[in-house]
T-cell receptor, first 114, second 117 residues
Framework: AQSVTQLGSHVSVSEGALVLLRCNYS??????LFWYVQYPNQGLQLLLK??????LVKGINGFEAEFKKSETSFHLTKPSAHMSDAAEYFC????????????FGQGTRLTINP | EAGVTQSPTHLIKTRGQQATLRCSPI?????VYWYQQALGLGLQFLLW???????NRGNFPPRFSGRQFPNYSSELNVNALELEDSALYLC????????????????FGNGTRLTVT
């Protein structure tokens, strides 16, 4: 079985500061990992995904994430937060590149302080 | 390209009634997924349809059901509504190619907010 734990249901950072959203996973097979973002009153939008190959993955809006197998982690980072980054972020794990067995974390709400 | 569209955007029902939610996938996508996003419970997988067939089902009672039409659009039906069914219901689509392991990530619609009073 696969599972995802997002550490911190709420994260608050100042505009221009580093954003770090933590995600740890559990998987009995090599995982495929995803980060999705949900803006208010909208559906989820794919930020980035890790399938195979390079462990540092770059996504949209300046976000990136690093797959660390030894730590079973896939933390999301952005060097400098922008007010428009305020949203809810979901980490997800799957057994394949698609979505048939996609398991989501509980989400982390990111607040940006001016 | 048009994204995943869901209707209605809001739906208010009373306990015991039935709700019908609709979803149109991205053109060319054959798979439709339904998720429930209830307050404090995160995203819970409901149903997966592909090529008109139900392929997988989450841990929900039988009063949650649906179908996929020949044009790949989908309908989610919730019978005998209960207060705890109040949630945002998200539909997503992806492309599944049966002869390979490739399939695209999920593309989500903006959801239908169901309120049961």
């Amino acid at each position: 079985a696969q599972s995802v734990t997002q550490l911190g249901s709420h994260v608050s950072v100042s505009e221009g500061a580093l954003v770090l959203l933590r995600c740890n996973y559990s998987s009995s097979v090599p995982p495929y990992l995803f980060w999705y973002v949900q803006y208010p009153n909208q559906g989820l939008q794919l930020l980035l995904k890790y399938t195979t190959g390079a462990t540092l993955v770059k996504g949209i809006n300046g976000f990136e994430a690093e797959f660390k197998k030894s730590e079973t982690s896939f933390h999301l980072t952005k060097p400098s937060a922008h007010m428009s980054d305020a949203a809810e972020y979901f980490c997800a794990v799957s057994r394949n590149q698609g979505a048939q067995k996609l398991v989501f974390g509980q989400g982390t709400r990111l607040t940006i302080n001016p | 390209e048009a994204g995943v569209t869901q209707s209605p955007t809001h739906l208010i029902k009373t306990r015991g009634q039935q709700a019908t939610l609709r979803c149109s996938p991205i053109s060319g996508h054959t798979s439709v997924y339904w998720y429930q996003q209830a307050l404090g419970l995160g995203l819970q997988f409901l149903l997966w349809y592909d090529e008109g067939e139900e392929r997988n089902r989450g841990n929900f009672p039988p009063r949650f059901s649906g179908r996929q039409f020949p044009n790949y659009s989908s309908e989610l039906n919730v019978n005998a509504l209960e207060l705890e069914d109040s949630a945002l219901y998200l539909c997503a689509s992806s492309l599944v190619r049966a002869r390979s392991s490739y399939n695209s990530p999920l593309h989500f619609g903006n959801g239908t907010r169901l309120t049961v009073t």
